[in-house]
């Protein structure tokens, strides 16, 4: 079993700037891919970027330019750096791995922008 544990949420005015984690309990180059989804109220979950054991990044449109996926293979803890924040950006953010038996998902963390 695999845990992930994120944090770094919180509320921020527009064109702010948040960083969030998250940490695994295993380590993060046993899964395949890793990404961040995120859940706006009313909404389906909808994926915002993701990374590939190979380093292959995706990104939804929406956040192209301002967010960057990264990870720290030592810590074993994907990150998701977020600049220029806005109102619709407002969500719960989750972490994902697929692979090894997964997906795995975290408990989400909330990401507020106030306009």
């Known amino acids: 079993q695999v845990q992930l544990v994120e944090s770094g949420g919180g509320l921020v005015q527009t064109g702010g700037s948040l960083r969030l984690s998250c940490a695994a309990t295993?380590?993060?180059?046993?899964?395949?891919?890793m990404g961040w989804y995120r859940q706006a109220p009313g909404k389906q979950r909808e994926l915002v970027a993701t990374?590939?054991?190979?380093?292959?990044?995706n990104y939804a449109d929406s956040v192209k330019d301002r967010f960057t996926i990264s990870r720290d293979n030592a810590k074993n803890t994907l990150y998701l750096q977020m600049n220029s924040l806005k109102p619709e950006d407002t969500a719960v953010y989750y972490c994902?791995?697929?692979?090894?038996?997964?997906?795995?998902w975290g408990q989400g963390t909330q990401v507020t922008v106030s306009s």
């Open positions: 295993r380590s993060i180059l046993l899964f395949n891919a």
């Open positions: 990374t590939t054991r190979g380093g292959t990044t």
């Open positions: 994902n791995l697929e692979g090894y038996g997964g997906p795995y």
